[in-house]
């Protein structure tokens, strides 16, 4: 049981505050937001429970939230400029419906939006931002404006350092001061701190909670949240009559029951509560279980076993055997030697400190013997695929006296490769034969067996299409390739394979060595009627451009279609395709793709012009200028594009977009700097 009530405000406030017109924290901020539209953080800025709330998104980057000048850490002659900004919210304490977000910032031209409303946004989380090359002075600036409307609850809006859904996605703002990681990005919880949200303070005292009478519990409200970031003060009942303070106090039941805790927060001026549910148990009895009827003869070891003992507390036990010969024993598993034959009672004690559990057994000895060894059987060949566990099988070996075996195996593709039992598993992650070998013991005598598994890189499967051999034309708007896979001689099932994991493989060095296949994916029946089920799968055209980059003629090459099985492992096909390059997609080339420390930039031009080229980040700043009015005649163009930015810095691992715009128009290209 666990609820969340209405934050309240509480009844005192500060007659100095009244007097002097002094609200904390009503300016000099870092990032706020603003309902009212006075352009400052104060307490008239509100959520409306019932309406549409409309909030300017505040970024002052030339002061600090309390009221200090706020320098570049790096270089203090830089100062906090600005030319981008992405702002996270979370909603807690309610849903809401949020509204467009409209940039406010002013940007000589149209900004780059680096989200959309659409897919950035849901009931409790949002974020967006915008950029361009403007580099803005330090200064406050009023970047958007976002609208929201409550649609249950009385939510909070916090400003968080990145979503809880998508951490990629943080509060941040784009500047020449380098930043802690030397990417131009002062990130909220690394390069800066202070951000205030809206509403009230979120109290969060834990999912529920359990021990025994007695035992105390270690309670949690440390995820409450204040919107401003404040400190809170954490006031809890316990539901005993019991109160405790702090955000993580320890409190003991002395009764069992289910007990109500609340979590009173708050931040001086408002206040928010939580309620969870705490259950305290009464201690159980361990249960003994001293196992047998056990066996053996006078002389030689017999194996007693407790294992199957508990504590329903999870406490830990103590263990006391009395063997009925005058013998003891303090283990889980003891072994003990009888000198005569009989028939002897076993009595087990288990303890768990406070209480405490009493079975016995019986164990029949007899005579003294002598031993026939037992004989060991591995069972094989085996056959597997790697990531597909081999079940192996000593169930053949027996001992001419009947006595119970143990078995040792030694799978043989590692020091530490080792399993026990009849009929254990093992996975072998490389390609392979191996030597096997079982170990079988009576207690007495042993015997080995070596047997041999073969483990293959997958399972065979066929891949063909509507010719003997398919013609593909790469290009993003290419038609996709349609192919069909069947598995070989039974190899496996259509229903063990996963179908969304389906690829296409090259051998050799090349900048993208796979692609997978695009759904819908379906299985045909039997096309090609050779009495074998069969599935479909789609390459599109733009996954066989990055498989296959720019080609500057027709190749004939052979690739492999490869897809994983539930059950581990994987099947693959192999099939030779014609490949050529699409007239769509040499307008411009980029290989290798990802690249570093260079790669060749290719483009075409039907009639001769003007051409400039940039290279722009993710959050939509310039970082480099590949051509700036360049005269250029018609034909195809070539340089050597370099992972550098124009004050030649070393480019970070990441997404980049290349816009060239010519005589022939404007293209964007995806390229990707590599580690």
């Not at 400029?81 to 909603?91: E, K």
């Not at 492999?560 to 539930?566: M, Q």
Request: glycine share 12%; net charge negative.
């Amino acid at each position: 049981m666990r609820w969340h009530a209405r934050p309240f405000v509480l009844g005192f406030v500060p007659l100095f505050f009244l007097l002097t017109g002094f609200i904390p924290h009503a300016s000099a901020q870092y990032l706020f937001l603003d309902t009212n539209g006075n352009g400052v953080r104060d307490e008239g800025d509100r959520i409306d429970p019932t309406g549409t709330t409309t909030i300017d998104i505040w970024l002052q980057t030339d002061r600090n939230r309390d009221g200090s000048v706020a320098i570049c850490a790096s270089d203090p002659g830089v100062g906090l400029t600005i030319n981008s900004y992405t702002v996270a919210f979370d909603v807690l304490g309610g849903t809401v419906h949020f509204g467009p977000m409209q940039n406010r910032l002013q940007f000589s031209n149209l900004p780059v939006c680096f989200g959309t409303y659409e897919d950035t946004t849901n009931a409790t989380s949002y974020h967006n931002g915008w950029g361009w090359n403007d580099i803005l002075p330090p200064g406050k600036y009023r970047l958007a404006t976002l609208t929201l409307e409550v649609t249950s609850g009385w939510p909070s809006l916090f400003v968080a350092s990145r979503r809880r859904l998508q951490p990629s996605d943080r509060t941040s703002f784009g500047t020449k001061c380098d930043g802690l990681d030397f990417n131009n990005t002062h990130e909220l919880g690394v390069e800066w701190t202070d951000a205030q949200g809206l509403g009230s303070p979120y109290a969060d005292a834990g999912d529920g909670y359990e021990a025994q009478v007695g035992r105390p519990i270690q309670f949690n409200g440390a995820s409450s949240l204040e919107p401003s970031g404040d400190p809170l003060t954490f006031s809890w009942d316990f539901g005993d009559g019991s109160t405790g303070f702090g955000a993580t106090p320890t409190h003991a039941y002395a009764a069992a029951g289910h007990y109500t805790v609340t979590l009173t927060v708050s931040n001086g001026t408002e206040a928010s509560i939580d309620q969870t549910e705490a259950i305290a148990t009464d201690p159980q009895q361990p249960v003994a279980r001293a196992g047998g009827p056990y066996s053996g003869y006078a002389g030689q070891g017999v194996r007693f076993s407790a294992a199957a003992s508990y504590d329903p507390d999870g406490d830990l036990l103590l263990f006391a055997w009395n063997f009925g010969d005058g013998g003891t024993g303090s283990f889980v598993s003891p072994t003990h030697v009888y000198a005569a034959p009989g028939t002897y009672v076993i009595r087990l004690t288990v303890s768990d400190g406070t209480f405490s559990d009493t079975d016995q057994a019986i164990a029949s000895i007899q005579d003294s013997r002598t031993y026939s060894p037992p004989a060991a059987h591995a069972g094989g060949p085996y056959e597997s695929i790697v990531g597909r566990p081999v079940r192996f099988d000593g169930t053949r070996s027996a001992d001419p006296d009947g006595d119970p075996l143990t078995f040792t195996w030694n799978f043989g593709d590692g020091p530490t490769s080792f399993g026990s039992g009849p009929t254990p598993g093992h996975i072998y992650q490389q390609v392979g034969l191996y030597m096997v070998s079982l170990t079988v013991s009576d207690g007495q005598l042993r015997n080995s067996a070596i047997t041999s598994v073969t483990i293959r890189s997958g399972l065979p499967a066929r891949a063909f299409g509507e010719q003997p051999v398919p013609t593909v034309v790469v290009g993003p708007s290419e038609a996709p390739l349609v192919l069909r896979v069947e598995p070989v001689n039974g190899s496996f099932r259509l229903s063990e394979a996963d179908l969304w994991g389906v690829a296409m493989r090259r051998s050799g060095e090349h900048a993208v060595a796979e692609v997978y296949a695009d759904g819908p994916f379906q299985t045909d029946g039997d096309s090609d009627g050779n009495g074998v089920e069969e599935f479909t799968v789609t390459f599109s055209g733009e996954n066989l451009a990055r498989l296959f980059g720019p080609l500057p003629h027709p190749i004939h090459e052979t690739v492999t279609i490869a897809g994983g099985l539930y059950a581990g492992g994987e099947f693959l096909a192999q099939i030779a395709l014609n490949v050529r390059q699409g007239a769509a997609s040499r307008t411009v080339a980029v290989a290798p793709n990802p690249f570093n420390p260079q790669t060749l930039l290719t483009f075409n031009l039907t009639k001769s012009g003007s051409v400039t080229a940039h290279l722009f980040d993710v959050r939509g700043r310039m970082v480099r200028t590949v051509y700036r009015d360049q005269p250029l005649p018609a034909g195809t163009h070539e340089m050597i594009l370099e992972a550098r930015s124009d004050h030649g810095e070393q480019l970070a691992s990441g997404i980049y977009f290349l816009r060239l715009v010519g005589p022939d128009g404007s293209v964007t290209k995806r390229v990707a700097v590599s580690k």
